[in-house]
């Protein structure tokens, strides 16, 4: 790969790294908004109708859930830029071979060449 291509790829990751870590700080700032609002929600002295509860507990689990998917979505951004570094991004993991170009610019973090993606999805 071209240094020209290759520089290119790691300011697009640097870039989404930037992108995914702001919506890291987004998710867990969210939680002490909401764990704040909890404290004066039981302070109030008043029930809780349960349709509330159940949309507060739906949130907390979207949130984590959300919050796990950047998180695994970050690390794989830093794999790809630790790849850069030791001069292994855009080689497959399992075959060795070079991944396209055009697999790569659709998916920055591709660790297999197509063909190796489709024998892994098809077992």
């Known amino acids: 790969m071209k240094t020209a291509e290759l520089e290119r790829f ?3 990751l640097e870039a989404e790294e930037q992108v ?5 700080r987004e998710i867990t700032g969210n ?3 909401n764990s ?3 404290v004066v929600m039981e302070m109030s002295g008043y029930d809780d109708h349960p ?3 159940a949309s507060d507990t739906f949130q907390k689990e979207k949130d984590q859930a959300t919050q796990e998917s950047v998180r695994e979505s970050l690390a794989r951004v830093r794999d790809a830029l630790a790849k850069i570094k030791r001069g292994t991004y855009g080689t497959c993991d ?3 071979k070079q991944i396209t170009l055009k697999r790569l610019r659709a998916l920055l973090h591709a660790t297999l060449c197509v063909e190796c ?3 892994r999805e098809t077992r």
């Open 51 to 53: 349709a509330d509860m």
């Open 10 to 12: 790691r300011k697009k």
């Open 20 to 24: 995914l870590l702001e919506e890291l």
């Open 117 to 119: 993606q489709q024998r």
């Open 36 to 38: 704040e609002a909890e």
């Open 94 to 96: 399992s075959c060795g």
């Open 31 to 33: 939680k002490g908004r």
